[in-house]
């Protein structure tokens, strides 16, 4: 099977071709067009800044052709909000696979970003196979994608909010499973078999 981690500038790429080879799957790190296009399952990871981000994926042309694949496409952290419309992180207009907008976090109470554990709920999805709901993911993020109809999983954080999201093809969560342990990882291996 020939999965791809998209290659950009980011910064958790090495932990999720980490995590896969735990669970023993091999991913290919590329940034080919043709590599992308012909692969079974795709993950789009990321930490770091949207609208440079998008810069790197218009520079390559493929924004172009990430919301065209047909195979399996995970859009982890930075990945999720990048498969989202738009994006209030400087104002970014990303690949709009999820016709939604990313927003700021905005509390007076509580840290920005959100840092650290926290729980996933209300899960509706196969890529959540055997995972018990209100589980505790890892996750590091100062913008999040709103309750919508494409919301597969919630968490609570200043707000409700979508902390995964599928439309088709296309999977996107807002944690890190790479850095989850055993059910972080379960949701990558549930993914790989789809």
């Known amino acids: 099977m020939k999965i791809i981690i998209i290659k950009y500038p980011s910064g958790n790429l090495q932990s999720v071709i980490f995590s896969l080879e735990r669970i023993g799957v ?12 012909n692969a079974e399952k795709i993950i789009l990871p990321g930490v770091g800044d949207a ?43 990303c690949m ?20 650290g554990w ?3 709920s209300h899960l509706k999805s196969n890529i959540f196979h055997n ?22 999983a919630e968490t609570e954080y200043i707000i409700n909010y979508s902390s995964a999201i599928h439309k088709k093809n296309f999977y996107a969560v807002q944690f890190h499973p790479e850095k989850s342990s055993f059910i972080g990882h379960k949701i990558l291996e549930n993914f790989i078999k789809l």
Do not use: R, W
């Open 118 to 120: 926290n729980t996933i």
């Open 26 to 37: 091999e991913a290919v790190l590329t940034n080919s067009i043709e590599s992308i296009q």
């Open 51 to 93: 609208n440079f981000a998008m810069k790197f994926l218009k520079k390559k042309k493929i924004d172009a052709i990430i919301p065209k694949l047909k195979q399996p496409v995970l859009g982890i952290c930075l990945g999720m909000q990048l498969l989202c419309k738009y994006s209030e992180e400087s104002n970014t207009e």
């Open 131 to 152: 995972i018990p709901d209100n589980s505790y993911q890892y996750f590091i993020h100062g913008y999040y994608v709103p309750l919508v109809s494409y919301t597969i």
């Open 96 to 115: 709009g696979v999820f016709d939604v907008p990313v927003k700021k976090f905005k509390s007076k109470y509580k840290k920005i970003p959100q840092i």
